[in-house]
């Protein structure tokens, strides 16, 4: 069954250093998000890209936050100056038009 | 706006027992998709079972099934026969099918199962 993938499952990084969070979406799906969990708290939509742009974003989804589809398979999140509060586990999805809505496995980040 | 609703933030089961988990939702669109995702200790979201708002029966996949209520606005999760690997976080989302190029999902806070022997 089409998965997507995420890498890496877990990072580490210093307050203040720049991350990137790489996903490979099913490949005929046309719509990617990032979504973000606090622990303990329900998921939380970050944006959404479609035909190469953002579609929607959150208000979460400050300048800090930037996405690319640099490659055509790649979808990255990137998160330019670590706060504490960006420490979360992180979920890239891809869907088809109506259906087939899948999470990748996250991504745990642990800022320090 | 739309807003899922999940009034059990924890359940426990005997194991071999049915379970249900309750979710309301609240959308002016006509149009939309209800999701059941299962969060393991571990973290992903694992995808159950979906239903389209259109759809005319409610949705089954395996010992879940989805008791799709659409004038109460409801969308409970039962869960039959419950086993040990059931115990996990369980949300219910909500991703309107309007055009457009977004169709994100709305996520309830979750329900904690326990499942016991």
């Known amino acids: 069954e089409p998965e997507v993938t995420q890498t890496p499952s877990h990072q580490v990084t210093q307050m203040g250093q720049e991350v990137i969070l790489r996903c490979v979406p099913i490949?005929?799906?046309?719509?990617f998000y990032w979504y973000r969990q606090i622990l303990g708290q329900k998921v939380e939509f970050l944006v959404s890209?479609?035909?190469?742009?953002?579609?929607?974003k959150s208000e979460i989804f400050d300048d800090q936050f930037s996405v690319e589809r640099p490659d055509g398979s790649n979808f990255t999140l990137k998160i330019r100056s670590t706060k504490l509060e960006d420490s979360a586990m992180y979920f890239c999805?891809?869907?088809?038009?109506?259906?087939?809505?899948?999470f990748g496995s996250g991504t745990r980040l642990t800022v320090v | 706006a739309q807003k899922i609703t999940q009034t059990q933030p924890g359940m426990f089961v005997q194991e071999k027992e049915a379970v249900t988990l309750d979710c309301t939702y609240d959308?002016?669109?006509?149009?939309?998709?209800l999701f059941w995702y299962k969060q393991p200790s571990s973290g992903e979201m694992i995808f159950l079972i979906y239903q389209g708002s259109y759809d005319q029966q409610n949705a089954t996949e395996g010992r879940y099934s989805l008791n799709f209520q659409k004038a109460r606005k409801s969308a409970n999760l039962v869960i039959s026969a419950s086993q040990l690997g059931d115990s996990a976080m369980y949300f219910c989302?909500?991703?309107?099918?309007?055009?457009?190029?977004?169709?994100?999902?709305?996520f309830g806070t979750g329900t904690l199962l326990a499942v016991q022997p």
């Open positions: 989302a909500m991703r309107e099918l309007r055009g457009g190029a977004t169709n994100k999902l709305i």
């Open positions: 959308t002016s669109d006509p149009s939309y998709g």
């Open positions: 890209f479609y035909n190469n742009e953002i579609s929607e």
């Open positions: 490949s005929n799906h046309l719509y």
């Open positions: 999805a891809s869907a088809a038009a109506l259906y087939g809505y899948t």
